[in-house]
């Protein structure tokens, strides 16, 4: 998630949870029109290096494992950047068709693509036979109308990929509403690819629910529920084999949670991020930004109210946003 799970966030999560989470898909590179040029520069440029921080192998070592993800559609630099990727180490790479942004989706990227499978099309095909990785799709259920999905399902069948990781919202929706699980359920078995189900997984529940509704599901992908419930891997999985419920996870503990043991947990890693935000910060005034920005989020994993939450937020020094969340972790 674009400035959310970002590296510092993913080396905090493995310094405190190892072995958790079994893969994350990282914020998406976005195509640019000079990336040609870009990329000829090889490892020489600032600027190459800055637009692949995120994803820079020797940057993510000891961290979680990771699938970089594109967004965009034109294909030259689709297939340049992809190649880059696997000749740093990637395998696979997947390609982002479900950002709903409005200032992406107008440009017919991300959620913008859906309406249009004939575009999809000709990207695959443009795509799929030029680049050495691995690709995978992570796609909405459509941009305006869940409909949309239904004509992408045929152009998806007829490519090799990886998987497919779908959040059954519509990209009109951004992130309200609730995901529509009766689309889901109809598009699931048309699909020969994994499927990987996303949207709302924030508790174990919510993992057994989905598992027993849609049993074909390959996996579930947790977006913001790593943030609202940081320690939501380690709770569903249990097993010698790293499988729980069905589900493969890359976790090698084997250890139920209880209450007292989660918050623990989850004050430390909350305390563990804010400290690194800090410490990674260019200035005061971006770490208080980023804290805030955390904040909103994590506040949820706690046993604190709303309005106690917002206290947070409304405080404009760091000294006194971290006072107060210290106080909130201790
Ligand atoms: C701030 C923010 C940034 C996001 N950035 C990305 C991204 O870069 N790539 C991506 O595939 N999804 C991104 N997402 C979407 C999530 O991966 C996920 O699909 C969505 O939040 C629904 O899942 P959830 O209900 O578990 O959060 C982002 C979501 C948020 C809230």
Redesign the pocket.
């Known amino acids: 998630?674009?400035?959310?799970?970002e590296l510092l966030f993913r080396r905090v999560y493995e310094e405190c949870f190892p072995g958790a989470i079994r893969l994350a898909?990282?914020?998406?590179l976005s195509l640019t029109h000079n990336l040609h040029n870009l990329l000829q520069s090889e490892g020489q440029s600032a600027t190459l290096r800055q637009y692949l921080r995120d994803v820079l192998p020797e940057a993510n070592e000891g961290s979680i494992p990771i699938t970089p993800?594109i967004?965009g559609k034109e294909p030259d630099e689709f297939i340049a950047l992809a190649n880059k990727l696997y000749d740093m180490g990637y395998e696979e790479v997947?390609w982002?068709i479900?950002?709903p942004m409005r200032n992406i989706t107008g440009k017919h990227r991300g959620s913008g693509i859906l309406p249009y499978p004939d575009e999809v099309r000709a990207v695959l095909d443009a795509v799929m036979p030029n680049i050495k990785p691995r690709l995978s799709v992570?796609m909405?259920i459509g941009l305006r109308q869940k409909e949309e999905v239904m004509a992408l399902v045929p152009v998806i069948n007829d490519y090799p990929l990886a998987s497919v990781?779908i959040?059954p919202?519509l990209g009109r929706q951004q992130?309200t509403g609730v995901?529509d699980i009766e689309t889901f359920c109809k598009v699931l078995p048309l699909i020969q690819h994994p499927v990987v189900y996303?949207?709302?997984?924030?508790t174990p529940e919510d993992i057994r629910h989905i598992k027993n509704i849609c049993p074909t599901i390959a996996d579930v992908?947790?977006?913001?529920?790593?943030l609202y419930r940081p320690t939501l891997p380690l709770e569903t999985a249990w097993g010698d084999d790293g499988v729980k419920d069905g589900f493969r996870t890359g976790l090698r503990r084997v250890k139920e949670l209880n209450e007292e043991e989660r918050l623990r947990l989850t004050k430390h890693f909350i305390g563990r991020l804010m400290s690194e935000v800090k410490n990674n910060a260019k200035s005061d005034e971006s770490a208080l930004r980023k804290t805030k920005e955390y904040w909103c989020m994590v506040w949820k994993g706690l046993p604190i109210s709303e309005a106690d939450a917002r206290k947070v937020l409304r405080e404009q020094e760091l000294t006194a946003v971290d006072n107060l969340i210290a106080v909130f972790i201790q």
């Open positions: 998630m674009q400035g959310l799970t898909v990282t914020p998406f993800q967004l997947n982002n479900g950002c992570k909405r990781t959040h919202r992130y995901p996303n949207g709302d997984i924030v992908m947790v977006g913001r529920g790593i």
